[in-house]
């Protein structure tokens, strides 16, 4: 049974950074696009960041772009989030795609998700 585990959040201030990490069990994605979404207040689930297998290919979401790295080691990926928001906070959720190859940047895309961990920024 594959299970996707983030950590790494908490409440930080306006310009502060944060790290999250989300690790993969009980599966294998060596061939698959994951990515982080977000959950901000009143809205729905978003895309925010994705990555390729080898690292080769990422995409961000306009709001986070120059501001959001996403990396991955093997099948654990990580999101370097730096000038945080307050427009930033909600549940950030990893996901991943069981189709190999394929490249997706929306909720429906991805079969595999995480909890999510709360990402507060105050102002």
């Known amino acids: 049974q594959v299970q996707l585990v983030e950590s790494g959040g908490g409440l930080v201030q306006t310009g502060d950074s944060l790290r999250l990490s989300c690790a993969a069990s009980g599966g294998t994605f060596s061939s698959n696009f994951m990515a982080w979404f977000r959950r901000v207040p009143g809205k729905e689930r978003e895309f925010v960041a994705c990555?390729?297998?080898?690292?080769?290919r990422t995409a961000y979401a306009d709001s986070v772009k120059g501001r959001f790295t996403i990396s991955r080691k093997n099948d654990a990926i990580f999101l370097e989030m730096n000038s945080l928001r307050p427009e930033d906070t909600g549940i950030y959720y990893c996901?991943?795609?069981?189709?190999?190859?394929?490249?997706?940047?929306?909720?429906?895309?991805?079969?595999?998700w995480g909890q999510g961990t709360q990402v507060t920024v105050s102002s």
């Open positions: 990555i390729s297998w080898s690292s080769a």
């Open positions: 996901a991943a795609d069981r189709t190999p190859w394929h490249f997706g940047r929306t909720v429906d895309e991805y079969d595999y």
